[in-house]
């Protein structure tokens, strides 16, 4: 099939890639955008490695082909971490709370955790469970993933509180906000 | 990439969307949210040549009250269903749609979308089904509508051909002293469930006025237990309800569970669903 050239918004920067109508956004972040913090596992949507925020919406980027993403904003998990390299709050607690092992279904629970939080600041054990069942973890380390998510909604709530009278912006912006927060 | 190559054809207006659904015939498909479809190109249990992609058409999206009806167009994603509007005029609808997949799923999959691909397992068919809900379809013919217990017709069939658009979903909104719950024994939240029930009840002076129940999960289609609102209608108690309404259920197993148990389970789900639309009726 042809390829036909698209102009992508990735984490704030334009990004012009060639791709085939079949080509999956998740696809077009890796192998075009070199954006490998994406993870591809099962690539029909059930695992939950490749979410990504689309217009600030946490979703399955193996079930978004590149040419939908046209006109939208794309945040990755690259996207989320401030620039000055140091870690998210939600990243942050995944690694004091050992919400991982092997670390490879993790870029999809951060990405996940971080829209839902954004959305729910201060959500029951019940519903951060829930919230999380969209995303697998093949070494069973579900339980340091719900401290991780806990401890993230702790800190966000710090974060939320020290920024309280800001008006609050939308959530793609609040996403990259939590993100910025960790570095001041 | 793994689906089979294709030509995306990204349409603003429903007018080109039924062009090219007339032009090209069974070699297109309209993609929705993709939640489903994308993931059987993936695993290549189907292909097409073309897909119309209808994520652009303004059109078909929102959702509008008139008459008695809540209206919904096709594209309105699951997320845009856990909305005020649709909580209070079609709560049914409204507690259904969070058992839809997971919030990922939901922020981008359509309430068109899992109609039309008719899931048997889906929690949204069977309110259709159950509410006697109203299909607008259209196509380069016309438009027409197809009342829910026309619609679904098999495993992933239903009455549209391969020129027909699913444009919007008509809901009666129920009024007075009413009550509604949805039930389902999925192994993981977000699921598909091994079986499940949907109940709508509504009461008076004289005891249950109205009665709507629908399971899914326990065959090809969502099924209407009309005998079983029957007997609930004639005052039977809800253990006896939802003893009719599994009585002639043959569901297939599976790995997950056997039919055997998909009947047993379904009997409990009618159960514990009619039971809270009474209770939630009775309290109105």
Known sequence: ?184 | MKPAPFELHAVEEVEEALALLAAYGDDAKVLAGGQSLVPMLALRLTRFGHLVDLNRVEALRGVSRTDGWLTIGAMTRHRGLQVEDVASQVPLLARATAHVGHFQIRNRGTLGGAIAHADPAAEQPAVCLALDAVMEVSSRAGTREVRAGDFFEGTWATALGPEDLLTGIRFPVWSGRSGFAVEELARRHGDFALAGAVCAVAVGERGVERAAIALFGVGSTPVRASAAEEALLAGAAIGEVATVAARDLDPTGDLHASGTYRKKVAWVMVERALGRAMEEARGA
């Not at chain 1, 596992?41 to 946490?58: F, I, M, S």
């Not at chain 1, 004091?96 to 839902?116: I, R």
């Not at chain 1, 600041?121 to 973890?137: I, K, Q, V, W, Y």
């Open chain 1, 1 to 184: 099939m042809p390829e036909r050239t698209i102009e992508l918004t990735v984490n704030g920067e334009r990004r012009v890639v060639a791709v085939e109508d079949r080509t999956t956004l998740a696809d077009a972040l890796r192998e075009r955008c070199h954006l490998t913090g994406t993870h591809l596992a099962c690539e029909h949507g059930v695992c939950g490695a490749c979410t990504v925020l689309v217009d600030g919406a946490a979703v399955r980027s193996c079930l978004l082909f590149a040419v939908q993403a046209v006109g939208s904003e794309v945040t990755t998990v690259e996207g989320l971490t401030p620039p000055d390299g140091t870690l998210s709050p939600v990243q942050e607690a995944f690694r004091e709370a050992h919400g991982l092992q092997c670390g490879f279904c993790t870029p999809g629970f951060v990405v996940s955790v971080t829209a839902y939080l954004a959305e729910h600041p201060d959500p029951s054990d019940d519903e951060l469970r829930d919230a999380l069942t969209g995303n697998l973890c093949r070494c069973t380390g579900y339980q340091g993933i719900l401290r991780a998510a806990r401890l993230a909604a702790e800190r966000l709530r710090e974060v939320r509180g020290a920024a309280a009278g800001q008006p609050a912006g939308d959530l793609a912006a609040t996403a990259g906000a939590v993100g910025g927060g960790a570095g001041s």
